[in-house]
């Protein structure tokens, strides 16, 4: 019979190699079974039992060491529990050898020229070495993880005003000027710049790209959270506006998990205005299409370096289909904000891109208005329809943006199609070109056997009149071939001389629909400007210093020792006469 | 002032045609300022209203039809309204020359070569112009909606069990031999086949991919609901079987709103064991992946279309990434039921094939879980895991697949990262491979700076050992390149000696697991042959009649009237009797 002989130190603070290193010199001592050496959290307690190694008694919290030996007799197991201290002495004098600043002041002082510090102590001290290293205006690479959401998003907005990047919590890699950080994998120099809040699909993606042949200018790490609402995605935008103004950056690669909808917005627009291709692989996320203006929407992360490599190679800046202007360089001072979302040229009847005027959608069919709808709400915000949600039909006028399908079932009910009939359909239309709210009606023509013999002949007059009253602009996306009976080339000419804009592809239309409604986008903050070259500090893990200087980077290690020893009661009271201070 | 009168009747048919025809000649009466003719549904109402045509004091229901003239006067209004049997009679004239059959079954005896019913009566009589058609053993392409989705169940059942297919209801579109049915447009014939349970989704894709030189074998319509848990993809499933077998088709595109998850597992496991390429663009799903062996997923109709000009002319069958065995051939009486959804060669170490045993992922980065998760999910059915929904670390047995992110916050408190230590992930595969329900072992080894110096050296005894004792199959996704410091080749090479099947991409070791781990896949019911040629009966819209005479087509109408004349009463009491008989 085995039996487990344990030991409980309370508030003490050892880092992870340590703990790793006691627990595998434990595990190897003669007689030993297997050991463990873990904080007692409720996951890690569970651990240990899958492992026979949870003692039944053992009184520990989450903050506590919990060290447990299992051998064939208790008097064995607690013999070796008897060695920890000696063990832990041991490796402390293996390190203890040169010597190194205990502060991050003292580190700053050792490089000046450090733009950066890289933090991985534990996450509950993690917020605090941050908060230092933002007063010392250095950007931050914050691995830690187990940090809160709203010191994540205190950090993050005292570095927006100050220019400055937090990457992270729990931000596992970084490329930055041809270093990595953290785990990065060594990846050959190019023009693809990404911005991740996901690591090891920054991983893939780089090592794919090299793999292809081509490189990275900077591959920014934001942490997962960053795109969530209470965040607001402020390091993805700092980042997405350093690479639109990196001389060195000619594609730009989005990673994330689905982001909240409002941040997905104010990212996608900020993409869309960036001036340079951008390829966007938000996982587990509806993509709005796939290629909407300069976004190009990827289904995997191979996928994502695929298109990535595409694009950097192709020459072009990916906007050919109607495009923003190219990016302000680097010298605006006011970085990418405040700059109109729309980008692009101005639409062509003139409506107002002040976002203060709405969408009108009137879509014969439904599979044609649920692509529309899907791909402007991601974009463009919500969007009442008959297709989902709320149940609008019977509205007259409209405080926003409104999309219906007028083939819906409860709109065919003893009345023909509307791609037969245009009556409803040109009623409504006539009722949204006279509202003063619409800026612009998006509506499908669709050609074909079985449908209406000639659309144009009803739609052209109402167009004319439309555009003749007020300025509102008609998009009009026509599905049909040049063998139909109504002749695509026709009709297309038609609609095109009432002064419709005509597009055969959703996407197309889209593109056109947020260039004359995507409202103005503005950065807080001030621009961030990357350092040259690689000088940094290391507070926590060394591993990362040793890959830092493995790199040729210039690094410094600090000493670091958690407050007052670790005990929590003790930094609270410090915390408290350093706020007081 | 204007003045509304109306009249209400009760329970009479006229078909949506008369209707348009009638408010169009009201309203064009001298004196008339507009009219309305609506069946008096919610939405109809309202829609009047929206038009100052809505009569106080109207009592109507959604089986009455609603007559509304508004005019200078209440007297001008009746006026108007006293022509309505004459203008109804003046219709009624211009329409009844030729002989017509009066039902289904004169029809049938007129036209015995007809294959096709094609229905397009009002939602309330189409489930049982749709039962005739069956009864007569003819495939149905129904066009109505308003139909319930319990008719749409039992119609498609003993559609399945005869070897017919319903297209519909409120199915807008077909092309079958080169003939459109419905709205179609007139698209080149060609080697791609479609199978979309979305009408103007079908037309987009055909027309575009016609406009990019390529062609249509057969595109069949499902109707909208087809993919929704109720109904089960009865008719996607049989389309897709018989695109399948069909030697003209060399790709599939597949086409829905987003399905049901267990409908999407079906029809994707059905796609995946076809032996074409299937290109699947399920509007406003987030995919599983770019692509899965032969499933190749689209964000935009654009884009599917695109794609399946890409493959269908490539000249290879697009399964070169281990994809399934060719397609059997026409000849086989069953289709392709029953047949082994994995499909593919034999896993390389042995694993079962039976499906009723287990995945476990164990992952050290997070975002290679969850894109494994993602996919995985979507083609295998629920996945436990700690990324989302359940928490389950302290299982030991999961009676299911069970995939973790051992680099998750909860695994990481006072431990280093999994892809520093690999003590903990050591531990868990050694508890999976000896678990006799788990068949397969999914995990990612991530080289790099910051990572585990030499993760193989850790790894491969530990692979070895599994498979020395046990016949589980190792799936390793390696992350890295040749310039890492642990070196990928030599990683990749020491993870493969040791039996694990190494891929440096997420969707091609998706493909591996999906290979050795999906269930046997049986397609009930009998397959589905298509006639030669088109020879079709309409029953309803006589647009449509007239549509498949302008493409040769042969084509009886039926000159269709409601049973007991629309009567309500009267048809539930021969509804009554019949079912007696």
Redesign the interface.
């Known amino acids: 019979m085995s039996e487990v002989a344990f030991e409980v130190r309370r508030g003490a603070y050892?880092d992870?190699?340590v703990?790793?290193q006691l627990?595998?010199a434990l595990a190897e001592l003669p007689l030993v079974e297997d050991a463990g050496v873990?904080?007692a959290?409720p996951?890690?307690l569970?651990?240990l039992?899958?492992?026979s190694l949870l003692p039944g008694q053992a009184q520990a919290g989450?903050d506590d060491?919990l060290i447990v030996v299992r051998a064939g007799s208790l008097v064995e197991a607690q013999a070796a529990l008897g060695q920890v201290d000696a063990l832990l002495a041991r490796r402390r004098a293996a390190v203890d050898q040169a010597y190194r600043p205990r502060s991050l002041s003292a580190a700053v002082k050792q490089l000046p020229a450090a733009g950066w510090v890289l933090i991985s102590v534990?996450?509950r001290y993690a917020a605090g070495v941050a908060r230092e290293a933002l007063d010392l205006k250095r950007h931050v690479f914050l691995y830690s993880?187990?940090v809160s959401l709203e010191d994540e998003a205190a950090l993050k907005q005292s570095a927006r005003e100050a220019g400055l990047l937090v990457m992270g919590p729990?931000c596992?890699?970084a490329v930055l000027n041809g270093v990595?950080f953290?785990?990065?994998?060594?990846?050959r120099r190019g023009n693809i710049g990404l911005v991740a809040a996901?690591?090891?699909?920054?991983?893939?993606v780089t090592?794919?790209i090299?793999?292809l042949g081509r490189g990275i200018s900077q591959a920014i790490g934001t942490g997962?959270r960053d795109l969530k609402a209470e965040i607001g995605g402020i390091t993805t935008l700092q980042g997405l506006d350093l690479l639109a103004r990196d001389p060195e950056t000619r594609v730009v690669v989005l990673?994330s998990?689905?982001p909240d909808a409002q941040v997905t917005q104010r990212v996608l627009a900020l993409a869309r205005s960036c001036g340079k291709p951008v390829v966007v692989q938000f996982?587990?996320?509806?993509?709005p299409?796939?290629?909407i203006g300069n976004l190009h929407?990827?289904?995997?992360?191979?996928?994502a370096a695929e298109l990535a490599v595409g694009l950097a190679g192709a020459g072009s800046n990916g906007g050919a289909r109607g495009g923003p202007d190219p990016v302000a360089d680097g010298s605006s001072a006011a970085g990418m904000a405040p700059r109109a979302g729309s980008g692009g040229p101005p639409a062509a009847s003139g409506a107002s891109t002040n976002g203060r005027r709405y969408l009108r959608g009137l879509f014969?069919?439904?599979?044609?208005a649920?692509?529309a709808l899907?791909g402007l709400q991601t974009l463009l915000g919500p969007i009442e329809s008959n297709l989902g949600g709320s149940q609008p039909?019977?509205r007259?006028a409209s405080p926003g943006h409104l999309l219906l399908d007028l083939g819906g079932?409860?709109?065919?009910?003893?009345?023909?199609?509307p791609?037969?009939?245009n009556?409803?359909r040109l009623?409504q239309f006539r009722?949204a070109a006279a509202d003063p709210e619409v800026a612009l009606i998006l509506m499908?023509v669709?050609?074909?056997?079985?449908?209406h013999p000639d659309p144009a002949s009803e739609w052209a007059p109402a167009i004319s009149e439309a555009l003749r009253q007020r300025s509102v602009e008609v998009v009009v996306l026509l599905?049909?071939?040049e063998?139909?009976?109504q002749g695509l080339p026709q009709q297309r000419q038609r609609l095109a001389q009432a002064g419709a804009a005509v597009y055969?592809?959703?996407?197309a239309a889209l593109e056109h629909v947020l260039r004359s409604l995507s409202p103005e986008l503005e950065l807080p903050g001030a621009p961030v400007t990357l350092p040259n070259g690689v000088a940094a500090i290391n507070v926590g893990?060394e591993?990362?210093y040793e890959?830092l200087l493995?790199?040729s980077a210039q690094a410094v290690q600090v000493d670091w020792r958690p407050p007052a020893g670790g005990d929590e009661r003790m930094m609270a009271l410090l915390e408290r006469m350093r706020a007081k201070a």
Do not use: C
Request: charge should be negative; aromatic fraction near 6%.
């Open positions: 050892y992870s190699v703990l790793m627990q595998r873990v904080m959290t996951s890690n569970e651990l039992q899958q492992n989450p060491l534990p996450g993880d187990n729990d596992g890699t990595g953290g785990f990065a994998n060594r990846v996901s690591g090891t699909g920054l991983q893939a090592t794919h090299h793999r997962g990673i998990k689905p996982m587990g996320f509806a993509p299409g796939s290629r929407f990827a289904a995997s992360l191979a996928q014969a069919g439904g599979t044609l649920g692509e899907r039909a019977g007259q079932d409860e709109f065919t009910v003893g009345r023909l199609h791609m037969l009939d009556d409803l009623r009722q499908d669709v050609l074909g056997e079985g449908a599905v049909g071939t063998a139909d009976p055969e592809e959703t996407e893990l591993s990362f890959s493995a790199q």
